[in-house]
């Protein structure tokens, strides 16, 4: 199985100086993910979930381990490799609004990543922008609006029709839904899930509401101190979790019945 | 039946709004009585947080404000920091980073309880120590950043109940805190109010986590009070179809997952 993933991470570590010395970011993690699987990541604040996201997008350089994308040493790229293969992974943020230029328009948001990664020629561009608005439930016409001018639910959608403009093969979502209303929020994750099963994507999903994480995801990877401390299949570990951190998870979730 | 802490009357809150006028509340009836744990649930726009600064008098002023809001438990207008305690969801915001902690926690204490400086001190050391900050006497002394943000949410709790407020609101006050947190604070604030014989107004958009901490259920939308009532009836059998959708589409442990039980 190991030599089919998607994404193979071996003993990533990181840590920080801080004043009072060294703070553990990540350390020892490992895990596969494959193609069209959804890898859960819960834990408490300051867990480490951010530090991981941080270091598989390459905005964060690990103190040692390995990161294997596709067969492909992710982290011994060249910046000019990197550049040309940063569209793989891709990630969507808690907050649409804090993630645009609140002046563009969203077609401009949608131009910027085909035109930087050179998806497309540019003549192609504006029928591209409609594919993707299309691919993520919104009308073509919407690509005239400026991001201030729709719903919350809206900018969400097209801050995934941006992250699909680079034809990823990962897409990191961190706490992508959060922040929506409960109406819309199902709507959301019902789009990643269908999204999913048609064209393969893997999901990095992670998230503080594990009842959320449950619906979405295949297995899911339980952080604390910066270690995965419990990984299993997300029935099962809601179900029955093994660790200390899982137990306090599933026990805190709060329960409407 | 004893007198309601508030009575709400006919409550409309309008804001001026780009040359336009926005509605935030409109028509509100209710009666918070005196010692119930009052959950306002609702989702971006639906009001409950307008609610919740009217009662504590903390609207901005360009707030055009209608409907009467009477306090006859209480006998005389409310003052904020006094009667009404309020929490607010980012402790970063009510907390001055540069002040110690002990000055802060004291200070609805000197102000509103009329006590010393050392009294006040003393007051401040026993609350850190009631709201779990561990080492309170150190506490005293330490800023802001120095913790975490659940500890600052708790911190942020021990102020606004300084000066035996009869009311506190938590204005999502959990929301920016990890689960775990989360229901640490929520199980605090209950017990607060328990030893206290506070009145809560628990403003959150999670109808679980509102379900587990309250006596009483209202549902605000669109600027309107949808329904309200005993929180288990609300839940259970819910009277508004908006009721039902919210309960719906709430996720929990038991809905359908999206995606099927093994990787492809």
Do not use: C
Not at chain 1, 11 to 38: M, P, W
Not at chain 1, 133 to 157: M, N, Y
Not at chain 1, 222 to 234: A, L, N, Q, W
Not at chain 2, 30 to 51: C, V, Y
């Amino acid at each position: 199985m190991t030599n089919a993933a998607l994404l193979a991470v071996r003993n990533l570590a990181k840590t920080y100086q801080s004043r009072g010395g060294r703070v553990t970011g990540v350390a020892d993690v490992s895990f596969d993910l494959h193609r069209g699987e959804t890898l859960g990541l819960v834990g408490p604040s300051g867990s480490g979930k951010s530090t991981l996201a941080r270091v598989l997008m390459r905005l964060t350089e690990p103190d040692s381990g390995t990161v294997h994308l596709d067969g492909e040493d992710w982290l011994a790229l060249s910046a000019g490799a990197l550049r040309a293969r940063r569209g793989t992974i891709q990630m969507v943020f808690q907050d649409p609004l804090a993630a645009f230029n609140p002046r563009a328009t969203i077609g401009g948001a949608l131009a910027d990543p085909l035109r930087i990664h050179a998806v497309v020629p540019r003549t192609e561009r504006p029928r591209r922008i409609g594919e993707l608005l299309e691919r993520v439930g919104l009308p073509a016409a919407l690509a005239k609006r400026r991001i201030h001018e729709v719903s919350g639910g809206q900018r969400q959608r097209v801050a995934i029709a941006r992250a699909l403009a680079t034809n990823p093969r990962l897409i990191v979502l961190d706490e992508a839904v959060s922040a929506l209303d409960v109406s819309v929020r199902g709507k959301i994750l019902m789009l990643l899930a269908e999204l999913q099963a048609r064209e393969g994507l893997a999901y990095i999903f992670v998230g503080h509401d594990l009842a959320v994480v449950r619906v979405i995801s295949h297995r899911v990877a339980v952080m604390d101190k910066g270690r995965i401390v419990e990984t299993g299949p997300v029935t099962d570990v809601v179900a029955d979790p093994q660790s200390e951190t899982g137990k306090a998870l599933v026990a805190a979730t709060p329960r409407l019945f | 039946m004893s007198a309601p802490l508030a009575a709400v009357r006919g409550l409309s809150v309008t804001y001026r709004a780009y040359g336009g006028r926005h509605i935030a509340l409109q028509g509100i009836d209710l009666d918070l009585k005196a010692g119930e744990k009052l959950a306002i649930i609702g989702e971006s726009g639906s009001g409950k947080s307008t609610f919740a600064l009217a009662l504590a008098g903390l609207l901005p002023f360009e707030a055009i404000v209608g409907g009467t809001v009477d306090w006859p438990a209480l006998g005389h207008r409310p003052q904020a920091g006094k009667d009404i305690g309020v929490v607010f969801q980012d402790p970063g915001s009510s907390l001055n980073p540069v002040l110690r902690i002990g000055e802060q926690v004291a200070e609805g204490a000197r102000r509103h309880l009329g006590l010393g400086r050392h009294a006040a001190r003393e007051r401040a050391r026993d609350l850190l120590a009631r709201v779990r900050i561990p080492d309170p006497d150190a506490a005293l002394n330490a800023y802001p950043h120095q913790f975490s943000g659940g500890q600052r949410q708790r911190i942020a709790i021990a102020g606004a109940i300084a000066a035996r407020p009869s009311l506190l609101i938590a204005d999502e006050a959990t929301s920016a805190l990890d689960t775990v947190v989360q229901a640490e604070i929520a199980a605090l604030l209950d017990e607060l109010v328990r030893e206290d014989a506070m009145t809560l107004l628990f403003v959150t958009h999670d109808i679980a986590l509102a379900a587990t901490l309250s006596d009483r259920l209202a549902v605000f939308h669109d600027a309107r009070l949808v329904e309200i009532g005993a929180t288990a009836d609300v839940i259970r059998t819910p009277r508004e179809d908006y009721t039902r959708a919210l309960i719906a589409t709430h996720i929990d442990f038991t809905s359908p997952r999206l995606v099927g039980e093994v990787t492809p």
